[in-house]
């Protein structure tokens, strides 16, 4: 049921969907179909959910309209009004020129920085498992995430869109449909009419003076495919064709790109001549013959691919203050007799300075996988005591040194005291000790518990359990990384921080840590297998709570 907030632009009644009659509406966010005798809307689609929208070939018994999403789903709404084919059309035609106006301002522009963080949680599965443990579990969210624990991907394109560049054979990529007899109909998408927009400025220029004002969309491209400007090959071009004057500057830049190119020390183009007039006889044409209409044909098709080629590389190159226009999506142009695929363009092409001929040459020569590649580096001394390195040794002083005659002195009388000692084993331990050291230290005993757990801790714990505790130390690590980190606090950003990490810190031990030791109680470990996590968040509470005495002192 529509909200009453939420305008409607559009509705249509006798559309079918799924067998079905109902009635189609058209909102300003999305696009539903409720079926009758019902107050909810079985069919409700989002407009940044729909990728392109199609129409049923013309000629067809059936008039329909296909919406397809981003995500592979399809639907289908057949228009069924009693009035007849033309009224059919009419309902159909209103609700596909609403949505080309209506779906590019809601295009799904994928932001990069997105895309490179949902790759690194691919690409590396403990950070994947970091995320869950810290924001599933809301320990952290996720802008504390991305901005303590992980690295922040994308940081020179933050925010950006991604660009997506220009094919060079985006015109073959259309498949024309041939429907009926002298009719071609072809299908374009906003991709293809944006490469269009970016290759061909001068057709983005007629875009933006005839339509809406004077044309439709698909007038429009119905007049491109149909033009002389298109089908280049053509001698003669009609007087009130609508791109008439864009082969005109598309000639205006070729002689522009032929006298802006640098040339190139090692590399004469010049030389190079498509004619045969310095050939003898024998060797084709001769020189009184005049070159062919056929010949001259290809020559225009040879400079054309050139143009386009050099048009498809300069849709790469970032200009400054340049606009995109999104064009509607799902457009369908029909052209008549139209058949072949060309390329026009009216801009100017802007070249770097080549590198000196020098450059070249070294170039040319210097091979890297001939040269040694063998770098000397340094040893690096890892010292522990730097003061006896700089210093060399150190003499001892007299007090230190014995005499030889004190040494044989105390060996001798060490001697005599052994000879002369007695022992008293009865007196040494009592029996009942004894026993008792020797029944704690055989294998079961009290002494050996401990050695024997850590020995066999690998079989008693199961291997979910150990992932769950590595899991936790590998969280409470990262953790308390950034919570030292931000010691000693001596700016007004640390100490926020600090403050951060300690709540975060507190969430973990309430959020993560307590309900795994309950677990683990309740499994019946005779180890306290949490115990070293408690100690980790005990010397930090501890640090946070000398730094927080320093600082009231402090005041």
Aim: charged share 25%; with cysteine.
């Amino acid at each position: 049921m529509a909200a009453s907030s939420e305008a409607v632009l559009l509705y249509i009644g006798n559309v079918r969907c799924k067998k079905v009659e109902g009635t189609l509406y058209v909102f300003e966010t999305r696009l539903a179909w409720q079926p009758p005798h019902k107050e909810i809307f079985t069919i409700s689609h989002n407009y940044a959910d729909i990728k392109i929208q199609k129409i049923s070939p013309e000629g067809k018994s059936k008039i329909q309209l296909q919406v397809g999403l981003h995500n592979g789903v399809s639907t289908n709404f057949h228009f069924n009004n009693p009035e007849g084919e033309q009224a059919q059309l009419k309902d159909r035609n209103e609700v596909k020129e609403l949505l080309q106006q209506l779906l590019p301002r809601f295009k799904r522009r994928v932001n990069k920085e997105l895309e490179e963080k949902n790759r690194k949680l691919q690409d590396d599965p403990e950070l994947f498992q970091l995320y869950k443990d810290l924001v599933v579990s809301q320990v952290l969210t996720a802008d504390e995430f991305w901005a303590n624990i992980a690295n922040k991907p994308g940081q020179e394109a933050a925010g950006a869109i991604q660009e997506v560049g220009v094919s060079g054979a985006f015109l073959a990529d259309i498949k024309p449909q041939i429907d009926g007899v002298n009719t071609i109909t072809y299908n374009l998408t906003a991709d293809t009419m944006q490469s269009i927009f970016k290759t061909y400025p001068a057709v983005k220029m007629k875009h933006l003076e005839n339509v809406p004002d004077k044309l439709t969309e698909s007038e429009f491209w119905t007049r491109f495919f149909q033009s002389h400007y298109f089908h280049r090959d053509r001698l003669t071009g009609g007087s009130k064709d609508l791109f008439s004057d864009c082969a005109k500057m598309d000639e205006e830049d070729m002689q522009t790109e032929s006298k802006s190119v640098q040339h190139d020390s090692l590399l004469d183009m010049e030389r190079l001549h498509d004619d045969n007039q310095d050939l003898g006889e024998g060797y084709g044409l001769d020189s009184s013959e005049k070159l062919s209409t056929n010949h001259q044909v290809n020559q225009n098709i040879i400079r054309r691919f050139n143009h386009h080629s050099i048009m498809v590389l300069k849709t790469g190159t970032p200009a400054d203050g340049a606009d995109s226009i999104a064009p509607p999506n799902g457009v369908a142009a029909i052209v008549s007799n139209g058949a072949g695929l060309d390329e026009c363009s009216s801009s100017s092409w802007v070249t770097e300075a080549p590198p000196s001929k020098k450059t070249k040459l070294l170039e040319k020569l210097d091979y890297k996988d001939l040269s040694s590649g063998l770098d000397m580096q340094a040893v690096k001394l890892n010292l522990a005591k730097r003061d006896r390195y700089y210093h060399g040794p150190t003499t001892l002083q007299a007090s230190e040194c014995r005499s030889t005659e004190e040494i044989i002195s105390a060996s001798q009388t060490f001697t005599a005291s052994l000879s002369s000692w007695q022992p008293r084993l009865a007196q040494a331990l009592p029996s009942a000790d004894a026993v008792g050291v020797m029944a704690e230290l055989s294998p079961g005993g009290a002494l050996m518990q401990s050695a024997r757990s850590e020995a066999s801790l690998n079989q008693l714990v199961t291997a979910t359990t150990q992932k769950e505790l590595r899991s936790l130390y590998a969280s409470l690590c990262e953790l308390l990384r950034h919570f030292y980190a931000c010691f000693p606090v001596n700016t007004k950003e640390l100490e926020e921080k600090v403050q951060k990490v300690k709540s975060s810190l507190d969430r973990f031990q309430v959020a993560k840590l307590s309900p795994a030791k309950e677990t683990l109680q309740k499994q019946h470990y005779n180890l306290n297998l949490t115990g070293h996590l408690e100690e980790m968040l005990h010397a930090a509470y501890k640090k946070y709570e000398l730094w927080q005495n320093k600082k009231m002192g402090k005041k």
